[in-house]
């Protein structure tokens, strides 16, 4: 139906930087909100950031001023732009989209497989 393919996380050093992406595909009229959550391990899922097809966004307190998420509603891919991270940013991050499906008065929501961040030096 809808899927979700997140890619760009990896092992990085604390200070460093990284840019993660994901891309929707399948029988979409259109894209609502598109996000990041993450989960570190033995920790509930968390908000990083969203943001409107208009391009209104929002973001977790602990990722304000270092992360910035954008999006390219012509290529149905969010982006979230990662720097100054920080060990306590290690956890697996989940692209999170509410979606318009043909047929459908409503939205729905699918969410990637998740992509891992490890900051470590």
């Known amino acids: 139906q809808v899927q979700l393919v997140e890619s760009g996380g990896g092992l990085v050093q604390p200070g460093g930087s990284l840019r993660l992406s994901c891309a929707a595909s399948?029988?979409?009229?259109?894209?609502?909100?598109m996000g990041w959550y993450r989960q570190a391990s033995g920790k509930e899922r968390e908000l990083v950031a969203t943001?409107?097809?208009?391009?209104?966004?929002n973001y977790g307190d602990s990722v304000k001023g270092r992360f910035a998420i954008s999006r390219d509603n012509t290529k149905k891919t969010v982006y979230l732009q990662m720097n100054s991270l920080k060990p306590e940013d290690t956890a697996v991050y989940y692209c999170?989209?509410?979606?318009?499906?043909?047929?459908?008065?409503?939205?729905?929501?699918?969410w990637g497989k998740g992509t891992l961040v490890t900051v470590s030096s």
């Open positions: 999170n989209a509410n979606v318009w499906l043909p047929g459908t008065s409503y939205l729905m929501e699918f």
């Open positions: 943001i409107t097809s208009g391009g209104s966004t």
């Open positions: 399948g029988n979409i009229v259109s894209i609502n909100r």
